[in-house]
């Protein structure tokens, strides 16, 4: 019997040998990740095991094929998080189903938690594949490494979603972070093809840049140009929010990726600044266009992009949390 978590009463509590079986409705890498950490967390609350699926339920990152052996698209980049495939789970006499949904309770930064790294640390770990391609990664950045995520493409017109950086804004306060620590290189993360040469010429041969899928326009989600698309895009996402956590200091925009690298990251960046320019309207012709009209007018103006400037470099601590953009 499958059960929805929402049919069950608070006060509820199991025994740890039924299954919870996770699972996520769209949502991009570091979000779904997210949706999972905190629905471990719940499994825990209930006494349940927790496992997940995406292979039973859809997502965003799964391939008509198997990838490394495996359907499930959580396991083509990392363990299965308990001792119960999915198969066992869904042959079990009762498992409870998380409903596909991130709880409502979630923090809005995964990085002001301390127990969302707990559950990180103690249930999520990278496959030998994924092993593999990070220790290739090995020594590429390091403690004078400044860490920039610029998005922008795509994340200009997503309704609900952070208002992301303008061009000027990226290189402006990363340039003033790269002087005033004394950093020598540059890793670069961003999904638009048309900002390299813009960093490369304000950093020169300093700059770092990974051979990742880049688009000039648009959305990377909404084509499939090589083999095993949506697959690498996952894979891409996880090794640069990985080596963006080991950088010496970071600049970034309100996302989930850079809010993943923080967590990982523990409180060792010398500086984080992180810029928030408010949140996308919910309406869908709006937020098309919002992004662009703020972009025109004054920073922190009443209708302009909002420019707040938080430093996070003692993150993850109460006092330090920015405000919500909502």
């Known amino acids: 019997m499958l059960l929805r978590i929402s049919e069950l009463e608070p006060q509820f509590r199991f025994d740890r040998a039924i299954p919870y079986i996770i699972s996520r409705k769209g949502g991009g890498f570091f979000s779904i990740l ?24 859809a997502s965003t990152y799964g391939e008509e ?10 396991e083509y980049y990392f363990l299965p998080v308990s001792a119960l495939s999915t198969d066992q789970a869904h042959g079990a006499p009762l498992a409870i189903e998380s409903g ?79 002087d005033s620590h004394n950093l020598d290189t540059v890793y670069l993360v961003t999904e638009g093809l048309q900002y390299i040469s813009k960093f490369r010429r304000t950093f020169g041969k300093r700059l770092l840049v990974d051979q990742t899928y880049r688009i ?51 409180s060792r960046y010398r500086a984080v600044v992180l810029i ?19 972009a025109l007018l004054p920073l922190g103006s009443r209708y302009g992009l909002k420019n707040h400037l938080h430093d996070l470099t003692s993150w993850p601590r109460q006092e330090n949390l920015p405000p919500s953009s909502i």
Request: aromatic content about 10%; glycine content about 8%; hydrophobic content about 35%.
């Open 216 to 266: 000039r326009y648009g959305n990377a989600y909404g084509t499939y140009p090589r083999p095993n698309h949506k697959f690498l895009l996952g894979k891409e996402a996880l090794m640069s929010a990985l080596t963006l956590s080991r950088c010496g200091g970071l600049v970034a925009s309100d996302s989930n990726l850079s809010d993943f690298s923080i967590m990982v990251n523990q």
């Open 65 to 74: 094929h198997a990838v490394y052996g495996v359907r499930n698209s959580w």
């Open 100 to 178: 596909g949904e991130h709880p409502k309770d979630a923090p809005e930064y995964m990085a002001s938690d301390p127990d969302l790294l707990r559950i990180w640390n103690q249930y999520v770990a990278l496959n030998r594949p994924m092993v593999d391609f990070d220790n290739l990664r090995d020594g590429l950045v390091g403690e004078e490494t400044l860490g920039i995520h610029f998005r922008g493409n795509e994340m200009r017109t997503a309704k609900k979603h952070p208002l992301p950086m303008t061009l000027n804004q990226a290189l402006s306060s990363s340039k003033k972070m790269f």
């Open 276 to 294: 928030k320019n408010g949140t996308n309207s919910a309406n869908k012709h709006v937020a098309n266009v919002a992004w662009y009209f703020k």
């Open 34 to 57: 997210s949706t999972v950490l905190c629905q471990i967390r719940i499994a825990e609350r209930l006494g349940l095991t927790p496992v997940v699926d995406f292979e039973n339920y």
